[in-house]
């Protein structure tokens, strides 16, 4: 089954209920101009029934000075006994320094996936790697393949039969990688070659692993280093050779919405600059791991996201469905300008969508709130 979604700009609009009160008061300023009108919808009178209606004051010409704003604000003494702290602001707008957390200026098609059962995902996401695997080695004579770890490598594993792939022409990456040794049950690359890598014939070359034994910021800079210097006639760049442009990133999605090693909340979502970016304090160990950055993820050609299982049900419903504040969800951040992004899903980690309703005219991802 396939269905499809925009994920669109939030709209960020005030209104009044319908049935609401409004009592407009007249604010004490110095203001030496005529009062303005007071407008009042009158609250109920002593001892009449109220109806429970909240009120909403509106203050006119709050916040004005008759001479403009002070030079110095604050150092008077609060009723509380403390003095007030010094305020060094230079006026509303100037000199503001934004928030690290933006909302996302852009829409962005997505295509749900959606299979009966885990294994015809499975079959699904087989078909799409050999799908983007062929393609690519027909338009510039390489594939470029970055992947991620937890239950996605055992997914790929039919991968090892496949016919399509043209193995001597694949370039394997890792979206996010623990820094740890290739050894290490924690290492997605030792998950990856023994699912798939060590069934087929690609040169070791064209698997790029994390460096062992490096500080986490030298790993970083390291695995970009190795990612510049693939020629462009394998990995494309965009417009001003500003970011690589990978032919498919295939993603999980953790319980609480972090995609490769950007969790929520943290500066590394908010990064804009850098390929590759260390994390030495992931909420969720090992502690030290480098990622992708959001640009390079959105700079793809493809983005698939899979998500499997019961397990999976309140992600999805949350990341498809319902607008989080800026930096609470990476996986709502993902979103590939120029390129296609899908979700992979099974029925069990569709079950709390609400699909039926995805052609309504509300804007998506619609909030329950």
């Known amino acids: 089954?396939?269905?499809?979604?925009?994920?669109?700009?939030?709209?960020?609009?005030?209104?009044?209920s319908a049935g609401s009160r409004v009592i407009v008061c007249k604010a004490a300023t110095t203001v030496p101009s005529k009062p303005e009108?007071?407008?009042?919808?009158?609250?109920?009178?002593?001892?009449?029934?109220d109806d429970d209606k909240p009120y909403l004051n509106v203050i006119p010409n709050n916040g004005q000075w008759a001479n403009g704003i002070p030079p110095v604000m604050g150092g008077h003494l609060m009723s509380s006994g403390t003095v007030a702290p010094i305020?060094?602001?230079?006026?509303?707008?100037?000199?503001?320094?934004p928030h690290q957390f933006q909302y996302h200026d852009a829409e962005t098609d997505v295509n749900v996936l959606l299979y009966v059962t885990p294994e015809k995902a499975q079959a699904g996401l087989v078909k799409l790697v050999e799908e983007a695997a062929a393609e690519a080695v027909k338009a510039k004579g390489a594939f470029t393949l970055v992947l991620s770890g937890g239950s996605l490598p055992s997914l790929l594993a039919p991968l090892a039969a496949s016919k399509a792939v043209d193995w001597s022409k694949t370039h394997i990456f890792y979206v996010d990688e623990r820094n740890v040794p290739h050894s290490s049950p924690d290492s997605t690359h030792k998950a990856?070659?023994?699912?798939?890598?060590?069934k087929v014939p690609i040169p070791a070359a064209q698997v790029y692993a994390i460096a062992e034994g490096l500080p986490v910021g030298q790993a970083a800079t390291q695995y970009e280093g190795r990612i510049i210097s693939i020629p462009a006639a394998a990995l494309p760049r965009t417009e001003g050779a500003a970011l690589p442009k990978f032919d498919l990133i295939l993603l999980g999605v953790g319980p609480d919405g972090h995609v490769a090693s950007l969790f929520p909340n943290r500066p590394e979502i908010a990064a804009t600059s850098g390929w590759v970016l260390p994390v030495s304090?992931?909420?969720?160990p090992p502690p030290e791991r480098i990622t992708f950055s959001l640009p390079v993820i959105n700079a793809a050609k493809e983005v698939a996201i899979v998500a499997l299982g019961e397990g999976k049900k309140e992600i999805v419903q949350r990341a498809l469905e319902v607008q989080a504040l800026p930096g609470a969800l990476p996986a709502q951040l993902v979103r590939p300008k120029g390129g296609k992004l899908k979700w992979i899903l099974d029925v069990a980690s569709a079950q709390e969508l609400d699909i039926a309703a995805w052609n309504e005219g509300k804007q998506w991802p619609r909030s329950l709130f």
């Not at 089954?1 to 009044?16: G, I, N």
């Not at 070659?193 to 060590?198: I, P």
């Not at 304090?281 to 969720?284: F, G, T």
Request: glycine share 6%; proline share 10%.
């Open 1 to 16: 089954m396939l269905a499809s979604t925009r994920l669109s700009k939030p709209a960020v609009a005030a209104q009044r």
């Open 37 to 49: 009108p007071v407008q009042r919808i009158q609250a109920p009178a002593p001892g009449a029934q």
């Open 87 to 97: 305020s060094t602001s230079k006026g509303a707008g100037i000199d503001l320094v």
């Open 192 to 198: 990856v070659t023994e699912a798939l890598l060590s």
């Open 281 to 284: 304090n992931s909420p969720k």
